[in-house]
């Protein structure tokens, strides 16, 4: 059975750094996101991505995030200047069509020290 | 606003006794929800979502609008069952809103 994946499993790095995340969706769904798990607390939606363009974001996404699909197969997240609240799991998921059923990955866990 | 509450953080029964999660939503429109579950050390995954109207592993929702809920529940629950339990709400956009979640533990 096809599943998204992701890398790297853990992230450890300093603060002010980039980081990017890695996604790869399942190979024909079209809808894909990222989420953000901060040890202890809820799933939060980040970003939605659709036909090569953000559909949706949340308050969370600000100037320091961008997304990307830079090929057909992996999906991208990018922090730029990473603060110590950034530390969290993450988590890519991506969905035949909006509103279906979202295949999730193993998540990321990003460590800002 | 929207939003999804999950009332328990923390459920524990014993074996063959019957579970609720709890799941209360807000959002005005007419909603879709889910729910998803995570296993120790595996993904999210969905468990059900109320439009398919399916008994998964046993379990089952059914979306009360009067009383804006979306309970979870199994008759007899397994100590397999052991695990996190997220309700989730699509509300027609391309953000699908989760609650806090419930660790439900089925103890032998």
């Known amino acids: 059975e096809p599943e998204v994946t992701q890398t790297p499993s853990h992230q450890v790095t300093q603060m002010g750094q980039e980081v990017i995340l890695r996604c790869v969706p399942i190979s024909n769904h079209l809808y894909f996101y990222w989420y953000r798990q901060i040890l202890g607390q809820k799933v939060e939606f980040l970003v939605s991505f659709y036909n090569n363009e953000i559909s949706e974001k949340s308050e969370i996404f600000d100037d320091q995030f961008s997304v990307e699909r830079p090929d057909g197969s992996n999906f991208t997240l990018k922090i730029r200047s990473t603060k110590l609240e950034d530390s969290a799991m993450y988590f890519c998921?991506?969905?035949?069509?909006?509103?279906?059923?979202?295949?999730f990955g193993p998540g990321t866990r990003l460590t800002v020290t | 606003a929207q939003r999804v509450t999950q009332p328990e953080k923390l459920l524990s029964v014993f074996k063959g006794a019957p579970v609720e999660l709890k799941c209360n939503y807000s959002?005005?429109?007419?909603?879709?929800l889910f729910w998803y579950v995570q296993y120790s050390r595996q993904r999210l995954q969905l468990l059900l979502r109320h439009i398919s109207r399916e008994s998964i592993k046993g379990f089952t929702a059914d979306l009360n609008k009067g009383e804006t809920s979306f309970h979870l529940k199994k008759p007899f629950a397994q100590e397999e069952d052991s695990a996190m339990y997220y309700c989730a709400l699509w509300t027609g956009g391309f953000k699908t809103i989760f609650g806090a979640g419930t660790r439900l533990f089925v103890k032998a």
């Open positions: 959002y005005s429109g007419s909603p879709e």
């Open positions: 998921a991506s969905s035949e069509n909006n509103g279906f059923e979202q295949y």
